[in-house]
Nanobody, 117 residues
């Protein structure tokens, strides 16, 4: 599966952005999806994840209450709505897909989010 993320940009503190990741080349509903981020000089960490059907979600503590992950299986797209953005949210955000069978992990090219004060 190929993943194409979009929606990054520069926003002021307190602003919002919506990231989107379109998947192609596979059956989208077979994949659990997630968003990771990597700030300069830091490791890549999970931000949020969503199950294949969308009935379960997971958020890192830093994202709880501010970010919302969702998916549209008809459109092969996963979203990350980010509100109340902070400077520490500045990072490259990566879309991620996981298949349990056949097993596989897939990454999209990142999209840069910059939060300026």
């Amino acid at each position: 599966v190929q993943l194409q993320a979009s929606g990054g940009g520069t926003v002021q503190t307190g602003g919002s952005l919506r990231l989107a990741c379109v998947a192609s080349g596979g059956i989208f509903s077979n994949y659990s999806m997630g968003w990771f981020r990597q700030a300069p000089g830091k490791e890549r960490t999970v931000v949020a994840a969503i199950s294949k059907s969308g009935d379960r979600t997971y958020y890192a503590d830093s994202a709880k209450g501010r970010f919302t992950i969702s998916r549209d299986n008809a459109e092969n797209t996963v979203y990350l709505q980010m509100n109340s953005l902070k400077a520490e949210d500045t990072a490259v955000y990566y879309c991620y897909a996981r298949s349990t069978w056949p097993p596989g992990d897939y990454w999209g090219r990142g999209t840069l989010v910059t939060v300026s004060s």
